[in-house]
């Protein structure tokens, strides 16, 4: 069985769910390894196994910490010099696909972005792409190997397959290549204490029929009853009734949660662009004729303000 290789993303939680899901994917493309830029620590360890990790390759650049993303290159092409693999998974996002761009350059791979599932099709990998604002469905064989491929989180789920692995430590010094640009400052951002937009299972998203700032209260509250993160559209962003970063479209963030609450949202195109594959979509809008309810699996047709805490009510009884 050919190896396939998964960048895996440690946090001071934990192993991010987004590798948990792709390592998932990897089990059904050949033999999963993880590599891991740093020292992951046991509990890390044991998560990659539980997922199906039979090496976790642990490459130690000292100063790595300090710079951008090409010492997670070098770790990888490093890796897969030595293990000639069939496939590379990486989470989607920018420092992932900064990654995986820079090495499908290296390895002389094919790359496919935003893939909402990968299989093997023989010795060809073949990935699936949600496109045009998730109307389509773009499937692409990779041709020339490795198979570079980056995933959108959320687009599987996690499924256990438990294995002891062999953990593998690499010596790497930091390249000059990567000395090229460096992390000056680290400004840490004030926790919500709700799960990141783009990992989330449960996003509750506010347009503009939240009416305030203060309206964005009850998606919030929405949110927290489902343990879920909080979104909003472009034009509360731009209005300053929320932050810039929980926007979610095409000059947004891209998200598929297992659920996708949208409250006064027209469902504009720019903003399906960014929640589209989301797996079950809810709309709450006071108007029947809302595009969003052309995509939604689930619609009422009221106002926001009444809709919204009756369902926290309803979500909070059935929690006990
Ligand atoms: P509106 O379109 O004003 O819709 C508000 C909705 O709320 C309406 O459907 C209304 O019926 C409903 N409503 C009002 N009151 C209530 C109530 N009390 N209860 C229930 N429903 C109510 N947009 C994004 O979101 N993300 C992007 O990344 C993005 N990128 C863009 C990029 C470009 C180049 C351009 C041109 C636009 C972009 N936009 C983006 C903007 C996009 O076109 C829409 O203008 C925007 O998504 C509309 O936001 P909205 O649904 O909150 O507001």
């Known amino acids: 069985m050919t190896t396939v290789l998964v960048l895996a993303d440690l946090t001071p939680a934990g192993v991010r769910s987004a590798t948990l899901e792709l390592l998932t994917v990897a089990r059904g493309l050949g033999d999963p390894a993880a590599v891991v830029l740093g020292t992951p620590d046991d509990a ?8 199906g990790a039979t090496t976790v390759y642990a490459v130690s650049s000292p100063g790595a910490d300090d710079l951008l993303s ?17 496939a590379i998974l990486i989470t989607s996002g920018s420092e992932g696909k900064d990654v995986a761009a820079r090495l499908a ?3 002389g791979g094919g790359i496919v972005t935003d893939a909402v599932s990968v299989a093997a099709e023989g010795e060809t990998i073949v990935a699936t792409q949600s496109i045009v604002a998730g109307t389509y469905h773009a499937t692409t064989e990779v ?12 687009a599987t789920a996690a499924s256990a397959a438990p294995v002891t692995p062999t953990v593998q430590n690499l010596d790497l010094p930091v390249s000059d290549a990567a000395k090229g640009a460096a992390i000056t400052a680290r400004n840490a951002k004030v926790s919500s204490g709700r799960p990141e937009l783009t990992d989330a299972a449960v996003v509750v998203a506010g347009g503009r029929g939240i009416g305030s700032a203060e309206g964005l209260a009850v998606v919030e509250s929405l949110a927290d009853a489902l343990g879920g993160a909080v979104g909003a559209t472009r034009a509360i962003t731009d209005l300053g009734w929320a932050a810039h970063d929980i926007q979610v479209g095409q000059t947004g963030k891209t998200v ?18 960014g929640m589209q594959s989301s797996k079950t979509i809810v709309a709450v809008n006071k108007d029947a004729n809302a595009p969003i309810f052309q995509i939604a699996d689930f619609g009422v ?5 009444s809709v919204l805490p009756a369902l926290v009510q309803l979500v909070q009884a059935r929690r006990g």
Do not use: C, F
């Open 105 to 107: 350059v290296r390895l």
């Open 256 to 273: 598929a949660p297992a659920l996708y609450v949208a409250a006064g949202v027209s469902g504009a195109i720019q903003h399906r662009a």
């Open 44 to 51: 890390a360890v044991a998560s990659l196994g539980e997922y």
């Open 301 to 305: 047709v009221g106002d926001l303000h």
């Open 143 to 154: 041709i020339s190997g490795p198979a570079i491929v980056t995933m959108r989180p959320n």
């Open 70 to 86: 090409v010492p997670k290159v070098d770790a990888v092409a490093a890796v897969a010099a030595a293990t000639s693999p069939s």
